[in-house]
């Protein structure tokens, strides 16, 4: 006959058993984390902005720069240096997981001096980098091929 001491070690033993195959089937029945279903969400314009930067292939001195907001896969822009908010739509992003497309309408960049350059037509073929970091080819309107990189700049 088992005593009161014995008793309590057998339901100790039952209750870190249990406890151990509850925490085994969690593990188990999660769905999957891996590091590219982490890098895609994080990696992700919607919502973000972004700070880019493009130089010309031709013209290796000819580097331009500026910011603009994805929302809802519609890139916009400020409508003034002043405006406090992205609300100029300036293009359209059709991302296909870690490459996506952007096509201009109305983009606009700035040089090193502050001119700024206006009426940017043309499409983007952008890459995955790493966490927050896009880079890949501009070809505007005019036929120039550009070198465009983009890093997340704010939330």
């Known amino acids: 006959m088992k005593t009161a001491k014995q008793n309590s070690k057998s339901v100790e033993r039952v209750n870190f058993l249990s406890l151990l195959l509850l925490i085994t089937c969690q593990i188990f029945n999660s769905s999957p984390v891996s590091a590219y279903n982490n890098?895609?969400?994080?990696?992700?314009?919607?919502?973000?902005?972004?700070?880019?930067?493009?130089?010309?292939?031709?013209e290796r001195r000819k580097k331009l720069q500026g910011r603009f907001r994805v929302e809802n896969n519609v890139l916009y822009q400020k409508k003034t240096p002043d405006d406090p908010s992205y609300s100029?739509?300036?293009?359209?992003n059709?991302?296909?997981k870690l490459k996506t497309r952007m096509v201009?309408?109305?983009f606009r960049a700035f040089t090193?001096?502050?001119k700024v350059v206006t009426d940017m037509k043309g499409s983007?073929?952008?890459?995955?980098?790493r966490l927050g970091h896009w880079s890949g080819?501009?070809?505007?309107?005019?036929?120039t091929h550009w070198n465009f990189k983009c890093v997340r700049f704010q939330e």
């Open 124 to 129: 983007f073929w952008l890459d995955f980098n």
């Open 88 to 92: 100029k739509a300036v293009g359209k």
């Open 112 to 114: 090193k001096k502050g």
């Open 104 to 106: 201009l309408t109305d």
């Open 137 to 143: 080819t501009m070809i505007d309107g005019k036929g």
């Open 94 to 96: 059709y991302p296909k």
């Open 39 to 58: 890098f895609y969400d994080a990696g992700e314009f919607e919502g973000a902005v972004w700070k880019f930067e493009m130089t010309s292939k031709a």
